[in-house]
């Protein structure tokens, strides 16, 4: 039986395979509020040509206008990698309660990987942390999005040398 974490975070999976199989990183995001799923989102950067379309961004954009209000006290985000900076202090400034994390990430996390924006003690707000939620799974649809990205660049590279 899955636990209430597991099961929001499938929700989130989802959502990156959405993601996937658009070609946009393969990142998806659900807002929770008292059980229920308010917001979901996935990375559409290339689709918008936009830097600020990550999926935690859209997902707090759709949940403060779902419940009409910029704070989203007593809400959960559960996502399927480490948010950036960026969507970090998203997180932080919507005053998120609690944030669930499936897989981290080394290179831009800022919920405990690189840095750690959800406990610096100067900020007004701080974050529950939750990590590893599903994260094989989190984890392998990111592996599998880059391994093809790479293999589509390799092939692309080699049609252009004939």
Known sequence: MLSEDEKFMKKALLQAERAFNRRETPVGC???????????????RNEKKNTLAHA?????????????DWRLSGCTMYVTLEPCPMCGGAVIQSRIDRLVIGTMSEKNGCAGS?????HIKGFNHQVEVTTGVLEEDCSNILTLFFKKVRAENA?????NLT
């Open 30 to 44: 659900v807002i929770v509020k008292d059980h229920k799923v308010i917001a979901r989102a996935y990375n559409r």
């Open 56 to 68: 935690e961004i859209m997902a707090i954009d759709k949940a403060s206008k779902k419940i009409g």
């Open 114 to 118: 690189v840095t750690d924006l959800m």
């Open 155 to 159: 092939r692309k590279k080699a049609d």
